[in-house]
């Protein structure tokens, strides 16, 4: 059964940090791309980073750059994300996916993504 489970959301002021984290069972986590998106209430979800798990590069939406760092650790099956210097627009439901290797997933594309995690809130306040 393939699971992934994110955690590590949860209330931080303008300019603080959380990590979060997705736990990944049930599928060949190394050849995966494990993306993180987002969703804010009355909005589309949108890709925020993304890291391939077979050569460990990553990608970043404009919006995080230079402030969220995606990371995995394929021995435990896990893919974490760091955000820093956190913004009110920040706010959302952060889900992690997986998508398998024939596909482009570093665009960002949802459609691209076979499996999804249950999300984990995060709310920034000013």
């Known amino acids: 059964e393939v699971q992934l489970v994110e955690s590590g959301g949860g209330l931080v002021q303008v300019g603080g940090s959380l990590r979060l984290s997705c736990a990944a069972s049930?599928?060949?986590?190394?050849?995966?791309?494990i993306g993180w998106f987002r969703q804010a209430p009355g909005k589309e979800r949108e890709g925020v980073s993304c890291?391939?798990?077979?050569?460990?590069?990553?990608y970043y939406a404009d919006s995080v750059k230079g402030r969220f760092t995606i990371s995995s650790d394929n021995a435990k099956n896990t893919v974490s994300l760091q955000m820093n210097s956190l913004k009110p627009e920040d706010t959302a439901v952060y889900y992690c996916?997986?998508?398998?290797?024939?596909?482009?997933?570093?665009?960002?594309?949802?459609?691209?993504?076979?499996?999804w995690g249950q999300g984990t809130r995060v709310t920034v306040s000013s």
């Open positions: 996916a997986a998508a398998p290797p024939w596909t482009i997933a570093t665009t960002f594309d949802p459609a691209d993504y076979d499996y």
């Open positions: 049930g599928f060949n986590f190394d050849e995966y791309t």
């Open positions: 890291i391939t798990n077979y050569d460990g590069a990553t």
